[in-house]
């Protein structure tokens, strides 16, 4: 299956793919992955693991249909699988209350990971929106990062765009009880 014949998306909607996809190791494993198809020797070197750690992970993420073997050859008589991410882009659910928020904590874990030296924008804004301007922000963050994906060159070195648009938890004010 070449990159082009990618279903577009993937819909992370079990225990199992959730837990697949919320290990660190495996998310790192997995942006091997986006980039080209690789052999577990492959993804153990990029990934810096043991191809026994290689391996287990990504049997877990194929178990858990993130990840698929598109091609095979014979090395020396031994069988290599090229592994490669099942869809474009994994979708995951929206977090339960208490559990923690997955999608963020790997683009904060990728954040620091990055060369401190390296460029980078990063930001955060308090705002005080209307629900009407909330909405409106919230769609357009999302058209324009669909708009830079859709211009995506493999060519082109990797960036990543994390964004959260979120009323925080209401705060207690001092000396007021929450009504």
């Known amino acids: 299956m070449s990159g082009n014949d990618l279903p577009e998306t993937f819909h992370v909607s079990t225990d199992e793919q959730l837990r697949a996809v919320s290990n660190l190791t495996r998310h790192r494993i997995m ?3 986006r980039a080209e198809p690789a052999t577990i020797t492959q993804i153990a070197e990029q990934v810096g693991l ?4 290689s391996s287990y992970h990504v049997r877990l993420l194929e178990r858990a249909g993130l990840v698929r073997v598109v091609r095979t050859r014979k090395v020396r008589g031994v069988t290599e699988r090229y592994y490669a991410m099942s869809a474009r882009q994994i979708v995951l659910p929206d977090p339960v209350p208490g559990q923690p928020d997955v999608l963020m904590r790997h683009a904060v874990a990728d954040l620091e990971a990055a060369p401190a030296d390296g460029a980078r924008h990063v930001r955060m804004a308090h705002l005080r ?13 999302e058209a324009l990062a669909d708009e830079y994906r859709a211009l995506a060159d493999p ?3 990797e960036a990543s765009l994390a964004f959260a648009l979120f009323r925080p938890a209401a705060r207690k004010q001092a000396g007021k009880e929450p009504s």
């Open 31 to 33: 942006a091997v992955l």
């Open 129 to 141: 929106l209307t629900d009407e301007q909330f909405a409106e922000l919230g769609a357009r963050l």
């Open 50 to 53: 043991a191809k026994g750690s």
């Open 155 to 157: 060519a082109l070195p």
